[in-house]
């Protein structure tokens, strides 16, 4: 009801926090670049698999970006799509099902209509079926002016692997959807490549499998090398086409690649035991924001992916009021560490909950009760109340009675005179 709203909206605003407008604004006006890394976990990034760089790219254009080193995805049972929903509207994804399948007839105050009221032109670009994760019903209501699906690509046989069309082709000719669109714009394009069995031509495997009981894993290297040489020819296409300058482009992994299926060969990988301590570590996905002229930075931030669209819209100087969020602008001074994940695992600056126990980042160990007490007590009320507050507003609809928004409460006045007229 509206009153649930009221309560959440009071919420919100008491969490919020002073801003630190050091970064307020410097991607304002420019193009916006988002590209949904499919299954590009964190631990790649700077490693290496049989002495050979999985991410030389990525690695080099670190040192030029703003790169949050401990950014996780907040994903569940809805895998890209619920990176998707995330991102877009800084809402918790469902404990079961996809909200894209189970919830996309409710109203939305998503990103790309907030571009929109900003003068963006809005565009997903994906070489899949537009109606795979229900895409093309949910982007509508999203208010993305326009879905490049599978459609709108040229995909030859050897342009094709696995999933379908490859990584490079896909990122070429997505190069050529861009200058057709009016600008600037805000653009996603999710790759396809590294997706899970992770198959590849022998003439696109840059690097050797790695050599582990779980063919899985070996098989993941090389296919996030290609992943990585496909975004290296992006970056290229957009400086000789002259869109860089004007760009921001914005890199995330969509969600894990590796579950905990291959523990085993990924403890060997790693060189250490995955402890459920490592294994909420191993969620970590990258975070590059690439803004040219702006200089690198490496942040330390505990963040997620539910924190993207505060920021984003930080850079680029929008101010939105009274939004029904519950990320955090990353650049907030006196911003509270906290990442929640769906099944209640939470990360704090000091500390791991998951599965009940709670583990020191110090140690890597789990605490003792007293400890339990200090270290994650403080939180355990709040995250549940973040999810809970989510999944009111997911499952009553209850968007539809923010009346901070002019669309709406001109709906709802219409109604009234309606009622009163009556
Ligand atoms: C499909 C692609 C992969 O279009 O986004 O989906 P996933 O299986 O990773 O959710
Ligand atoms: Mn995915």
Redesign the pocket.
């Known amino acids: 009801s509206e009153e649930e709203l009221l309560e959440i909206n009071e919420y919100i605003e008491e969490e919020k926090e002073t801003v630190n407008r050091d970064l307020f604004g410097v991607a304002k006006g420019k193009n916006v670049i988002l590209i949904s890394a ?2 590009l976990q964190n631990f790649v990034i700077g490693s290496t698999v049989n002495g050979e760089e999985i991410t030389p790219f990525l690695n080099e254009l670190i040192g030029d970006s703003i790169y949050f080193e401990e950014f996780y995805h907040q994903t569940a049972q ?4 619920d990176s998707e929903f995330i991102v877009d509207n800084s809402l918790y994804p469902l404990a079961r099902g996809a909200v894209f399948f189970t919830h996309p007839s409710n109203e939305y105050y998503a990103l790309p209509e907030i571009m929109n009221e900003n003068g963006y032109y809005t565009a997903s670009l ?1 070489a ?1 079926n537009g109606s ?2 229900n895409r093309n019903i949910m982007y509508d209501q999203f208010g993305y002016d326009r879905f490049y699906t599978v459609e709108d690509y040229e995909v030859t046989e050897e342009d094709s692997v696995g ?1 379908g069309m490859k990584d490079i082709p896909f990122m070429e000719q997505s190069v050529e959807h861009l200058l057709d669109m009016p600008q600037p714009f805000y653009t996603k394009l ?1 790759t ?1 490549t590294n ?2 069995p992770f198959e590849l031509d022998e003439e696109d495997s840059y690097i050797d499998q790695f050599d582990s009981n779980s063919r899985t894993l070996n098989r993941y290297f090389p296919t996030v090398r290609y992943m990585d040489e496909a975004i290296r020819v992006f970056f290229d296409e957009l400086k000789e086409n002259g869109l860089y300058e004007d760009s921001m482009i914005v890199i995330y992994g ?2 894990y690649g590796i579950s905990s299926n291959h523990n085993k060969a990924m403890s060997y990988y790693l060189d250490k035991e995955i402890t459920p301590f490592v294994e909420a570590q191993l969620q970590q996905v990258p975070l590059i924001i690439h803004i040219p002229g702006v200089e690198g930075e490496t942040l330390s931030t505990v963040s997620g992916q539910i924190d993207l669209r505060p920021t984003l819209l930080h850079l680029l100087g929008i101010q939105v009021d009274n939004q029904v969020i519950f990320g955090k602008d990353l650049f907030s001074e006196d911003r509270k560490e906290l990442v929640i994940f769906r099944d209640g695992t939470f990360i704090t600056e000091d500390a791991i909950y998951t599965s009940g126990v709670c583990y020191s980042k110090e140690t890597e160990e789990p605490v003792d009760e007293e400890e339990k007490e200090a270290l994650c007590g403080p939180y355990l009320e709040e995250v549940q109340q973040q999810l809970s507050y989510s999944d009111r507003i997911i499952y009553g609809d209850l968007l539809r009675f923010d009346t901070s928004r002019e669309e709406i409460s001109d709906e709802i006045r219409k109604n009234e005179n309606i009622e009163i007229q009556g």
């Open positions: 499919e299954s809805g895998k890209t799509s994906h899949n795979f994760w999933w999710i396809l997706h899970f969509d969600h």
